[in-house]
Nanobody
Framework: QVHLVESGGGLVQPGGSLRLSCAAS????????MGWFRQAPGREREFVAA????????NYAASVKGRFAISRDGAKNTLYLQMNNLKPEDTAIYYC???????????????????WGQGTQVTVSA
């Protein structure tokens, strides 16, 4: 069982930045792929970014590519999402997700993930 806790959400003006964090309780020696998804009111949960087991590969949704950056700190068992040049359409609840895997593999579909955090609200508004 993996426990995920997100933090870092909040209210920001258009063009601003936020960094989300996701602390994970993974076991020593395990390899995990992780990702960020978001869900806006009245919309389905959508993929934002993913990072592979071992952190060697990343993938982004077209809508955030060039503005968001996913990274991980293995020593701290923490996943990050740096969000720059935020737009009102980025407003959503952001969730981190996790699954055990092998080095170099990432996942972009919600059904591929085993564990989910509780979510953190990001609101982009003037």
């Amino acid at each position: 069982q993996v426990h995920l806790v997100e933090s870092g959400g909040g209210l920001v003006q258009p063009g601003g930045s936020l960094r989300l964090s996701c602390a994970a309780s993974t076991g020593a020696g395990e390899i995990h792929a992780m990702g960020w998804f978001r869900q806006a009111p009245g919309r389905e949960r959508e993929f934002v970014a993913a990072i592979s087991g071992g952190g060697t590969k990343t993938n982004y949704a077209a809508s955030v590519k060039g503005r968001f950056a996913i990274s991980r700190d293995g020593a701290k068992n923490t996943l990050y999402l740096q969000m720059n040049n935020l737009k009102p359409e980025d407003t959503a609840i952001y969730y981190c997700a996790d699954r055990q895997t092998v080095t170099g593999v990432y996942y972009t579909t919600a059904l591929d993930y085993q564990y989910w955090g509780q979510g953190t609200q990001v609101t982009v508004s003037a």
